[in-house]
C-alpha cells in the first residue's frame, strides 16, 4: 500500500467510525492502485459513482495537476466526501471536489478522464450501456474513460464476489441498488468500440478475492 494511501485514509480521520471503515474495507478489496495507473497525470477528471470518495481523493492527492469531480447519487456518501475534500483543502490540496448528481445525469466535458469503477452492476443493461454512452461523449479528443467492473472468472470469485454484493445492496443497504446486473467485460467494451474508441480491457484480480476487469478507453484526437 503506498503512503498515498495512508493520506487518503488520514482524510477520513473524523468521520464516523463506519464511514472510516467503509473507505478502508474498499481499499483493500479494489486495485484502486493498478486502476489509478491509468488516469492521466493532469487534466480534468470525473469519477462517476464515487461513493466516499476515497478513489477521487488518492487521484488528488497523487498528482496536483489533476481536477477531480466525483459525483453520487447517494446524499450521505457525497457528505462524506466533501468533508473528506474539506480535509484536503486544510493541507493545501484545493483540487478536489464532489456532487450529488441524480442516475441521469453525466456533467458535460471535455472531461480528460472519466473514471466508472464498480457501477454499472447496479444498473439494468440499457442504463450500462447509455451511461457508457454519454460519457464517451463527454471526453475530450484524447481523453481517456476508464471501467472497473468484475468478470464472471475465475467462477469462484465470481460467486463470492455476487454473494457480498447481495448482501450489501439488498440486506445491509450499504450501497443504492436492487436487483444486480453483472454483464460481461467484453460486451462493454464492445459499446465502447461503437462509439468510436480505442479499448483495451485486462483481468486485475491477482491477489484479491474478486474477479476485477479493467477496460481502458481513448477517444482518438
Excluded at 83 to 102: H, I, M, P, V
Amino acid at each position: 500500500m503506498s503512503g498515498f494511501a495512508h493520506d487518503v485514509f488520514e482524510l477520513y480521520a473524523r468521520q464516523p467510525w463506519r464511514v472510516r471503515a467503509h473507505v478502508r474495507i474498499r481499499w483493500l478489496t479494489c486495485p484502486f492502485e493498478v486502476v489509478a495507473a491509468d488516469v492521466p497525470e493532469a487534466g480534468r477528471i470525473l469519477d462517476v459513482g464515487c461513493g466516499h470518495g476515497a478513489f477521487s481523493a488518492y487521484l488528488a492527492l497523487q498528482n496536483e495537476r489533476r481536477r477531480v469531480v466525483g459525483i453520487d447519487v447517494a446524499e450521505d456518501k457525497i457528505l462524506a466526501a466533501t468533508a473528506a475534500a474539506g480535509a484536503a483543502a486544510e493541507k493545501g490540496r484545493t483540487n478536489l471536489c464532489f456532487t450529488l448528481a441524480d442516475a441521469e445525469t453525466v456533467p458535460e466535458g471535455p472531461w480528460d478522464a472519466i473514471v466508472v469503477l464498480d457501477v454499472l452492476y447496479l444498473l439494468q443493461p440499457e442504463r450500462q450501456e447509455w451511461l457508457l454512452q454519454r460519457c464517451a461523449r463527454a471526453l475530450a479528443p484524447g481523453g481517456i474513460l476508464v471501467v472497473k467492473e468484475v468478470a464472471a472468472r475465475p467462477r469462484w470469485k465470481a460467486a463470492w464476489n455476487r454473494m457480498q454484493e447481495n448482501l450489501s445492496v439488498r440486506v445491509l443497504q450499504i450501497t443504492r441498488g436492487g436487483k444486480l446486473w453483472f454483464l460481461p467485460p467484453a460486451r462493454h467494451a464492445s459499446w465502447l468500440v461503437a462509439q468510436g474508441l480505442e479499448v483495451r480491457e485486462r483481468p486485475i484480480h491477482e491477489g484479491f478475492f474478486h474477479p476485477h476487469h479493467l477496460i481502458v478507453a481513448r477517444r482518438p484526437r
